[in-house]
């Protein structure tokens, strides 16, 4: 998984970096001043960081084998994560209202590139926790705590990858730093 996750860090820190190279570049509207909707994805961010806490209240349970709240904790996790994936799809879907697409400017390329990358993990990361609650009523939990301890660096890491991209997009166009 550390392999993985590096390997990962690298790859986000080339979308990363891809974005700050060319932000302020874009040559036609929308800009990002004009779309973004800081507020909204404020709320969404939070829901996603609470999911963190909800992954190690997880991890905690199965380390203790107490498998109902183990899937509480996990069944939760997913849920936060599922919720953030709809904000998401809700800002995609204003984004795409009001003329930001793949092809029209630099802005929304690189933007959906690195959002949409990110949300794909999202998604894999609350199939793969769904998947532990299910298998919690079907399968001996009594040796999976590094499993689950696996699931969890994996959702922390895209929660940490959040963190900066919800910094770099939205952050630095809210205080009004330009490159």
Known sequence: MWAFL????????????????????????????????????????????MSSLLMALSVAAINR???????????LTGVFGAIFLGFQSYEFTEFVSRGVTLQNNLFGSTFYTMTGTHGLHVAIGVFWLFSWFI???FGNMKDKATDI????????FVDIVWIVIFTVIYLVEFVGVTS
């Open 6 to 49: 590096a390997s990962d860090c690298m790859f986000f820190g080339t979308l990363i970096s891809t974005y700050i190279i060319y932000h302020g570049k874009s040559l036609a509207g929308p800009y990002p001043a004009e779309v973004l909707n800081i507020p909204v994805t404020t709320a969404s961010s939070f829901v996603l960081l």
């Open 65 to 75: 084998q107490d498998i109902t709240k183990f899937r509480l904790w996990i069944f």
């Open 135 to 137: 298998y919690s009523f």
């Open 149 to 156: 301890e696996v699931a969890g660096l994996y959702w922390h």
